[in-house]
């Protein structure tokens, strides 16, 4: 009986139940695979060839990417392939990715292995019930459209340049293709002629041939037009039937147009004609480029038109003029859906200096837009709905403050602010009106604030700015008569008498004859003030500058007044929205002594020459070099040696989240009273030295890279004296050398600091290659709080508010251990923290997950992807004997943790290239 139930068992067992399932389930079975791996089963067995036959004449569609947006087809796929494969695709109909990454234009002889336009051609015949196929080569393209008229082109057709498109970049239209999105790029066309189906029509670099290519171009279903960085004709008549094609497609909701020769006046003129037909009123998104012969009139009947719907607007510099958003402020035309503003916008190959494929003979040169602080006011009365907005290279915008009014509310609901090379904006005025924005978000800085030459204030030049001429010259010839060579000085004038004078002489000479020997000169700056005026003395070899009672400037300290004040005709700035009270708990015991220890600080340092910032007032400046290497100073290309200009950000907002500055010449950045600002970066800032926090209590990630004179010593301090219950990192790219142990001590022996620390150093040579440790670091924190807070919440842990060292010597009653390894690219990564969790979740096994990603399994930092610690549930399981141990022991803990990581790329002092800067 045993024996019987054995053989039954086994029976059972080598039993097949997969032949017992019926052809009609294996075909639904297949659904789930893929076509590569149903065509190889083909070859298992009789069953099997079977349900492939089947499966294969059932079949309506085909996807050769499987699924994949910018897949290529598998590169054993040839003619011979196709013609034994689609004929027993009956009931074909769709055929989806298409993309071979070769393709030859002719069959080859004694080469079947290949595939060829002629080869895929004659497999299409056999499907005779095909519909659409997708497809992305421009030759293969236009054979489909020459032999099968009526067949559709699935999805977008995008030509990829692969080696058969470079060398076949020729493309013939056909009347009315089945085509609904259509993207060329760097092709050559004869013409654009009439298309039913079109609804996305891209034109990227294209060569157009014919002399008039657009004499039947007609696209009713337009949505869509762009035509950027094309070579078309040149007479500007030859775009008449263009523009009166775009006015026929009444759905037309985006255009743009860059580096395209229309007449001046063309768009003006269709617009009248067309506008009563609904032509360009869907329009949402309208930008003009390097378009050298546009008029305002053009784009200024173009947005009244569009008014209703327009919501994105980007004008070329020659358009951003004061004419332009005064005629429309007067017209009275309501915006109320525009939201995105790019003033003076150049197209970024044009920026990068980037070469098209083909040129025009004329190349359009951009110039600075002319637009004025006027003009400004009358963008935000005009538009006062705008929520982001883009400036760049407008070297006429000065004052910032004059762009309220006081007739309408405007710049209310401004969210993203970004300023390009606009090097006239004067930085105290710039400071006040971001303090009078309610709704400010985002702010971006990039070339702005440019420092002036070293010697222009030396010889009265104002320099910097791109604007002026020498104000020593204007000076001379306004105020030639009012000082005599022997007219007493002022009261706030400072001069010497001339037996010191004398006296001193012979010292001065000493000092300049050990100038020249020394290189390191140290020298006070030396600040050419609004309004101020150069006071003539005996001797020049001591310079004073003095300014006037009422104007209000940057003494030498930095220091900023509260507010400037307002020219006559200004209207008064609209109140200062009240300012945010941040709530503090039990970790917030120490604020009030070291913020007003830092201000009463900051305020004593008198005329010391150090940059750090203040806020006094201080209606007169008189400086004096120390030493001076030439008597007479007459140009700038004198050996002058000074110190930096002093040049002071003051942030304070109550709205303000996110800041970024590249390029931005500024010595100080103080950050006063900004409640919501979470996260500050700066890059190749130049002469950035201090960041000076006062009240920023959410900043949670700060990130300073290649800024050659930033005191990252200070900078880490500040951050961590912010009084706040949120995680935060550091990130720093030092331009020297430091002593990395003298860090480590001052850093982890701070007096009551309540939170984890961590210092990562990262040897690698380029950032770009361990790029993925930093996202592993900004991961930790989010993950390491989650813990802490469970275990103090769940498993009766005791929480440490507040901590105090009595040690100053090495672990400062800290928990402190070292980890060292080696990143994907072979450098050295080093760390030493007290987090307790990163060495504990660090030897943990890997594992493999769904979730993965191919960064989470390169070498480098704890990567909590590869060790399978997705949440806290995850993570605390594999440190449960520890936590046993912790209970034991009674340990507290930290809730929140600062990391600073430092990469140490750039410590030569020569900065690595970085593509993300």
């Not at 399981?877 to 034991?888: N, R, S, T």
Request: with cysteine; charged share 20%; proline share 5%.
């Amino acid at each position: 009986m045993v024996e019987l139930e054995n053989k039954l068992e086994k029976i059972e067992k080598e039993k097949d139940y997969f032949q017992l399932l019926s052809l009609e389930i294996i075909c639904k079975i297949f659904k789930y695979v893929s076509l590569f791996d149903v065509l190889k089963l083909s070859s298992q067995c009789r069953k099997f060839q079977q349900a492939v036959s089947m499966y294969l004449r059932i079949l309506k569609s085909i996807d050769f990417t499987q699924g994949q947006l910018h897949g290529w087809m598998p590169a054993t796929v040839n003619d011979d392939h196709l013609n034994s494969l689609l004929p027993k695709c009956r009931e074909l109909e769709y055929i989806y990715g298409f993309h071979p990454a070769h393709l030859s234009k002719r069959r080859l002889r004694n080469c079947r292995h290949t595939l060829s336009i002629p080869g895929i051609l004659a497999a299409l015949n056999f499907a005779s019930k095909l519909k659409g196929i997708e497809i992305s080569d421009i030759t293969l393209l236009s054979a489909v459209l020459n032999y099968f008229p009526n067949l559709k082109i699935l999805g977008t057709f995008r030509n990829r340049m692969t080696e058969s498109a470079l060398e076949n970049d020729r493309f013939s239209f056909t009347v009315n293709p089945k085509v609904t999105s259509l993207h060329l790029t760097g092709i050559t066309i004869p013409c654009l002629p009439k298309m039913d189906m079109v609804l996305y029509l891209y034109l990227h670099q294209v060569k157009i041939t014919n002399a008039h290519p657009f004499r039947e171009f007609l696209v009713p279903k337009l949505q869509t037009f762009v035509m950027s960085n094309c070579c078309g004709p040149v007479n500007a008549l030859s775009y008449v039937p263009l523009f009166a094609g775009l006015a026929a497609a009444q759905p037309l909701t985006r255009l743009e147009l860059v580096k395209v020769p229309f007449m001046g006046g063309l768009i003006h003129h269709i617009v009248e004609d067309s506008w009563r037909a609904n032509g360009f009123r869907q329009l949402t998104n309208v930008l003009f480029s390097s378009c050298r012969n546009a008029l305002e009139m053009d784009l200024g009947f173009l947005l009244i038109t569009a008014a209703d719907k327009l919501k994105e607007l980007s004008i070329q510099p020659s358009l951003t003029k004061d004419s332009l958003f005064s005629a429309l402020n007067m017209a009275d035309v309501q915006f109320d859906n525009l939201n995105v503003l790019s003033l003076g916008y150049v197209d970024v190959t044009l920026e990068q200096g980037d070469v098209s494929v083909y040129e025009f003979g004329n190349n359009v040169v951009e110039s600075p837009a002319m637009i004025t602080d006027n003009g400004m006011k009358a963008v935000g009365q005009t538009f006062q709905d705008i929520s982001q907005m883009e400036v760049y290279n407008c070297p006429h915008l000065i004052q910032p403050c004059t762009w309220f009014s006081s007739v309408v509310v405007n710049w209310a609901y401004l969210q993203h602010l970004t300023l390009r090379r606009c090097h006239s904006v004067r930085l105290q005025d710039f400071s006040t009106f971001i303090s009078h924005l309610p709704r400010l978000e985002m702010l971006q800085l990039e070339y702005m604030f440019r420092e002036p030459p070293k010697g222009c204030s030396r010889v009265g030049l104002s320099a910097g700015t791109g604007l002026g001429v020498s104000s020593a010259l204007v000076q001379n010839h306004a105020h030639g008569n009012d000082i005599q060579p022997n007219q007493p000085a002022d009261e706030e004038q400072e001069v010497e008498d001339e037996d010191d004078l004398n006296n001193n002489d012979d010292e001065e000479m000493n000092r300049a004859e050990e100038a020249d020997d020394d290189e390191n000169i140290e020298i006070e700056p030396i600040i050419m003030l609004n309004n101020a005026r150069a006071v003539p003395v005996r001797n020049q070899q001591n310079v004073r500058l003095v300014a006037n009672d009422n104007d209000n400037v940057n003494d030498a300290e930095g220091n900023i007044a509260d507010e400037p004040p307002l020219p006559a005709e200004q209207p008064p700035l609209p109140p200062e929205p009240p300012k945010k009270k941040t709530g503090t708990t039990g970790s917030t015991r120490k604020s009030s002594s070291r913020q007003t220890s830092k201000k009463s600080q900051n305020g004593s340092m008198g005329n010391e020459g150090q940059t750090s910032a203040g806020r006094s007032r201080r209606s007169s400046v008189s400086l004096k070099r120390k030493k001076s290497i030439h008597d007479k100073a007459t140009s700038t290309s004198d050996p002058v040696m000074e110190d930096d200009h002093i040049q002071v950000l003051l942030l304070r907002s109550d709205s303000l989240v996110c800041v970024k500055l590249h390029m931005v010449g500024i010595t100080d950045l103080i950050i006063e009273d900004c409640p919501e600002l979470s996260s500050v970066s700066g890059s190749a800032c130049r002469v950035l030295k201090k960041v000076t926090i006062y009240s920023a209590p959410n900043l949670s990630k700060t990130n300073f890279v290649q800024c050659k004179k930033l005191d990252q010593t200070h900078l880490v301090n500040e951050v961590c004296d912010q009084i706040s219950e949120h995680n935060r990192v550091i990130f720093l790219r030092p331009m020297h050398e430091f002593n990395l142990r003298d860090f480590e001590a001052m850093l982890f022996q701070q007096p009551d600091i309540c939170y984890y620390i961590g210092i990562i150093y990262d040897y690698s040579p380029c950032p770009n290659q361990t790029l993925y440790n930093r996202v592993r670091v900004t991961n930790w924190l989010e993950l390491f709080s989650r813990l802490n807070i469970d275990f103090v919440r769940c498993m009766d842990f005791v929480e440490t508010s507040w901590y105090r060292v009595d040690a100053n010597t090495y672990p400062w009653k800290r928990d402190i251990y070292r980890m060292q390894g080696l990143n994907e690219n072979g450098s050295k990564w080093e760390m030493i923290t007290d987090i307790p969790w990163i060495r504990m979740l660090s030897q943990c096994p890997d594992i493999k997950h769904h979730n993965q990603v191919a960064d989470d399994f390169k070498g480098g930092l704890y990567c909590q992807g590869a060790k399978g610690h997705f949440n806290k549930e995850d993570a605390r399981d594999g440190i449960v004997f520890d936590l046993a141990e912790f209970q034991d022991a009674n340990q507290t803990f930290f809730i929140n943790n600062i990391i600073v990581y430092f990469n140490m790329c750039d410590t030569s002092g020569v900065p690595t290239p970085d593509f993300y800067l």
